[in-house]
């Protein structure tokens, strides 16, 4: 029996780890829960999350302003294509640290995911 974990910024805490035995596999990378909480917490939080937005500039300037109710598969794709690029500018084992400054290439991803029809891979250009 597997064990899944979701990672919600307002309450994800130690106690939510599963106790087993078996490994925890986040993205091929491979955990004991017993011996490493900090590191799966660590990459968990530093997985990007794209969800509904509301109040972003109209698609095609007359359209949608929101996709509540429509855009999950779009914002799923979102977040693979840009966990790929997290992975292939910073490399696998990157962290999010709160409070530490982060580099360019990190903001440089983000911003490509930005609502707005100049950025590359914003829901105006899907």
Known sequence: MAATLTYDTLRFEYEDFPETK???????????????????LLDVTSRLWFTYRKNFPAIGGTGPTSDTGWGCMLRC?????????????LGRDWR????????????????AFIDKKDSYYSIHQI
């Open 22 to 40: 078996e490994p925890v596999w986040i993205l091929g990378q491979k955990y004991s829960v017993f011996t490493e909480k900090e590191e799966i």
């Open 96 to 111: 999010w640290i709160k409070g530490k400054r982060q580099v360019d290439n990190y903001f440089n991803v983000l911003n």
């Open 77 to 89: 794709g979102q977040m693979i294509f840009a966990q790929a690029l997290v992975c292939r500018h």
